[in-house]
């Protein structure tokens, strides 16, 4: 199976693992490529990887090491190894347990995929965008912050989709999609039930049970409640569900609303202008934030061989300075107070109310 990022970065993922490579076609579907790709940058070969924790140090999870070096691993004990000193070199190998949860080697692929950008000028960008009116409009925010709501409360008005949950911003102030399923979460549901007509019967119960067991209904302790909370959960295509073709040519950057939440979730939502300067410092926290582990794993190699490697290492500068010239391109930046995730449909007006008054 063969990827290629924005026909910028490819990756090459061997057969081993039905469970992995099943998920990665239905999320990411539309980057599949049937070329022939002889170097690739990121080659993923699947194993049985038997990681022996009685045999092995624990640094802090889910990072470890053993005698072969340094391990991510899943909640199951199944591990992926990297060769970190050659990220962003050709042909960078990753050797996986074919039992590897899927979601947790999403994560770790996108991680290998933003340091590869980072020698086309392009970083990843934590956040939602979408195209209203004909303005591209970037939605950064922390986790649980609510931009997956406000991007659907556009979408359901209409708006064009770019991305959920990471999109590609180029240095020339310009951004990609990238074409990958939704992940709703049981309050997406609950803000928006009109998506449960693309769930199953037996989801939509579920989501029910929760929503009547919140209220009382029935006699759960609150942890039962929030881990049944975590289990409504779905993964769907925006291009299915809002009836829209994938975009993946750059779009000019018009607007960039930095979310932010605030604790009283009775609070007036504020939209003010922002500096860019603090702009590019927060969203290279949620970088940091986003990739703790790949980067702690980083760290304790570096450590345990002495071996650096230049792109990472210098990284940090490379991402501030894209960023800073990307977003000097763009003349509309401003921070918005989200007092909850409900409220997703008031701070989307907001939004649009600036939109409008602005040119």
Partial sequence: MHLKFFDLVSVSIGEGSSNIINFIKHEYDRLETTETIDSADIVISFVQDAFDTSRSINIRAPVAYDDQGVVLRDPQNHVIRIDYYNIGSKNCSVVCDKNFNPHFFA?????????????????????????????????????????????????????????????????????????????????????????????????????????????????????????????????????????QAPNTDPLPIDYVFLLSRITDESGSIKVSRIDQNALVHILYSIIEFEQTHFRLAYSVNKARTGRANCLLEEEKDITFRIMHEAFKKVANIYQVTVPAQHRANEVALQIQSVIDTTK
């Fill in 107 to 243: 994560i770790i692929m996108e991680c290998l995929i933003h340091f590869n950008l980072l020698k086309k000028d392009i970083i990843l960008c934590h956040s939602s965008a979408f195209q209203v009116n004909g303005k591209t409009v970037l939605c950064p925010a922390w986790r649980n912050v609510g931009k997956t709501n406000v991007l659907l409360s556009f979408l359901l008005n209409g708006a064009n989709f770019i991305a959920d949950d990471w999109c590609a911003v180029q240095n020339d102030g310009t951004v990609y999609s990238l074409p990958k399923r939704l992940n709703l979460l049981y309050y997406n549901f609950i803000e928006y039930p009109e998506l449960l007509k693309y769930s199953s019967s037996e989801f939509t119960a579920l989501v029910n049970f929760v929503k009547q067991a919140r209220n009382g209904a029935y006699d759960l302790n609150y942890e039962t409640i929030n881990v049944l909370s975590d289990q409504a959960r779905m993964r769907v295509s925006p291009y299915e569900v809002f009836k």
